[in-house]
């Protein structure tokens, strides 16, 4: 500011630091930190219409000095040792520091800068401090004033080094009210606008310049120490070439060296494809993992219709879609999220995500002939069955009793002949129709337990459980719905194989089984206190009640314990996806 002048600069720095402030009050209802920021915006408008300079020199200490306890309470004070110190220091410390320099015309240039250097690095350190120690959102919002500050104070020192005013001046001491501004933005309580995107930014910009003036300077030093003379128009001209050729690449070197520090460094486009190529299989899930971590995103998801979303990492506000077809269909959309710090996907990012569109198709399709394909194997086994019941029920109902009705006829014609000629033809036709009636039961019983229809899952179970002398089980059900005819079965023999296993090869002196519905899963789980010790292999009993559960696209599991064994399985009610046979 000079004295005895109108400074449009502070006037209009003043005027946003007032605003800014108004707008935390209001907004973010950050009282404090926008209390002091709207005040200092007012000593900096008086600061710019002051009548006398000593007057503008005190208005313009006492408004740096607010300033920076706007930045030390900002976006929320908390009451602490640190920010005590700073708050006195600024708020205490500044008026004796003028006092102490201001002579009798009031405060120099001099004494003013020294003032402003005072509290610059208080301010910056309390910044610097607040940064390592606040939680990340807090980080974010001091980011953005840090940045900002760090800005319009090189620009300020920049044109300061002129050592005269012009307009410049003017427009750099303006842009100390982006101050606010900034301070405005991150306060955004939702998190939309991440501070280490400026200073991301603001560092690129910061050092490149930097070496761009390190380079101009080291080129007229050696072009002055060989020619023994100031550089001339050749030598400013060849410095401009120089520097502009550096300034792009130097520019995104930095800018990349900055991202890597304050967001993780992550790959370039063809390592990325490189890494989403090799990583998608024939599962969604990996698949969406396998695009999230190659390209380094803070999250991505798969939603498909009629499915559930498939997500992986955390989500953001900002996201961008994806849309998947096939055959000219609309099959649903891949969507992932916006890094922080940007602002949108690179050009390489977009590219990646584009090549790697058709191979999830790919896998959505292989994933969706695999579903059909396990639908069909239910459906198979179900209808085998259904169709089970049906001749059981035939064999029983129609052969079985006419069988019988043979064996009767012939025992009434053996007692009614006169002589014993028949006898023996008679004899050999009940041993006929026994023996026809034995195979049918068992045909029958082999198609499909009779105790099922007769006494329900549970009552077969129980009496099956009864006939295995010297193991007692406990039997505990909820409430069971009903159930198909394939997953009533598979339940059944999966329980008894289990129990036939305890019983011949554990040595166990009582077993648990228990059948409960778990969503849309039946789920089976026999135990025992019998010795499990050593690696399970798989016997043909076991293998049997893993293909018994894979034909309903349910899993058998088991593990050994010091203290038992337990077999669990989960059979489907209603699932159509594919089977994921393992053993635990």
């Keep these: 500011m000079t004295p005895d002048s109108v400074d449009v600069g502070w006037a209009v720095a003043g005027v946003l630091f007032v605003t800014s402030g108004l707008g935390?009050?209001?907004?973010?209802?950050?009282?404090?930190?926008?209390?002091l920021f709207a005040a200092a915006g007012a000593l900096l408008i008086v600061a710019g219409f002051a009548p006398t300079g000593a007057d503008a020199a005190y208005a313009g200490v006492a408004a740096m000095a607010l300033l920076t306890a706007a930045i030390a309470t900002y976006p929320r004070f908390t009451w602490n040792l640190a920010g005590a110190l700073t708050l006195a220091a600024a708020l205490l410390g500044t008026p004796v520091l003028a006092h102490q320099l201001g002579g009798a015309d009031g405060l120099s240039v001099d004494n003013i800068a020294w003032i402003a250097f005072a509290l610059a690095t208080v301010g910056a350190s309390h910044l610097w401090w607040r940064l390592e120690t606040s939680p990340a959102e807090t980080r974010s919002s001091l980011l953005w004033v840090l940045s900002t500050s760090g800005v319009t104070l090189f620009l300020i020192g920049i044109v300061a080094l002129a050592g005269t005013r012009t307009v410049l001046s003017s427009v750099a001491d303006a842009s100390l009210g982006l101050i606010g501004i900034a301070a405005l933005l991150g306060a955004d309580r939702h998190g939309r606008l991440d501070g280490r995107w400026l200073a991301s930014r603001a560092a690129a910009w910061f050092f490149s310049i930097a070496c761009v003036f390190a380079t101009a300077t080291l080129i007229f030093t050696v072009v002055e120490w060989r020619s023994n003379s100031t550089p001339g128009i050749v030598a400013m001209a060849v410095t401009t070439v120089v520097c502009g050729i550096l300034w792009n690449p130097l520019l995104r070197v930095i800018q990349r060296v900055a991202d890597g520090v304050l967001f993780g460094f992550r790959p370039d486009a063809l390592t990325a494809a490189q890494r989403v190529a090799v990583s998608i299989g024939d599962d969604l899930n990996s698949a969406i993992r396998a695009i999230q971590e190659g390209l380094v995103l803070p999250y991505a998801a798969l939603a498909l219709a009629g499915e559930d979303r498939i997500e992986v990492g955390t989500p953001t506000d900002h996201r961008r879609i994806f849309?998947?077809?096939?055959?000219?269909?609309?099959?649903?959309?891949l969507v992932v999220g916006i890094r922080p710090g940007d602002l949108g996907l690179s050009r390489d990012d977009e590219r990646v995500l584009t090549l790697a569109l058709p191979m999830l198709v790919q896998t959505i399709k292989a994933r969706s002939q695999a579903a059909s394909l396990q639908r069909a194997r239910m459906a198979s086994a179900s209808a085998r069955e259904e169709e089970r019941r049906r001749l059981r029920r035939d064999l029983h109902d129609g052969l079985g009793p006419r069988l019988t009705g043979i064996a009767f006829t012939a025992d009434a014609a053996r007692l009614a002949a006169a002589n014993g000629a028949?006898?023996?033809?008679?004899?050999?036709?009940?041993?006929?129709?026994?023996?026809?009636?034995?195979?049918?039961?068992?045909?029958?019983y082999g198609l499909r337990p009779p105790a099922l229809d007769e006494l329900g899952l549970l009552g077969?179970?129980?009496?099956?459980?009864?006939?295995?002398?010297?193991?007692?089980?406990?039997?505990e059900a909820s409430d069971l719905p009903p159930l198909s005819a394939a997953v009533e079965v598979a339940a059944y023999r999966i329980v008894m194989e289990a129990l036939t296993?305890?019983?011949?090869?554990s040595g166990a002196t009582r077993a648990k089984v228990a059948l409960r519905v778990d969503e849309d899963c039946l789920a089976i789980e026999i135990s025992d206190n019998g010795n499990a010790g050593g690696e399970w292999v798989p016997g043909i009993g076991l293998t049997s009640m893993r293909e018994?559960?894979?034909?309903?696209?349910?899993?058998?599991?088991?593990r050994g314990t010091p203290t038992g064994s337990t077999v669990t399985a989960e059979l489907p009610l209603r699932t159509s996806g594919a089977a994921a046979l393992h053993d635990g």
């Design 460 to 475: 077969a179970l129980k009496v099956k459980a009864d006939a295995l002398h010297g193991l007692p089980i406990d039997l």
């Design 548 to 558: 018994r559960a894979g034909e309903l696209g349910g899993i058998v599991t088991y």
């Design 422 to 444: 028949t006898a023996p033809m008679l004899d050999r036709i009940r041993h006929e129709a026994e023996t026809a009636i034995n195979e049918i039961r068992e045909l029958a």
């Design 323 to 333: 849309s998947i077809d096939f055959n000219d269909e609309h099959i649903g959309d």
């Design 501 to 505: 296993n305890v019983a011949r090869h």
């Design 24 to 35: 935390l009050c209001l907004r973010a209802k950050a009282y404090s930190s926008g209390g």
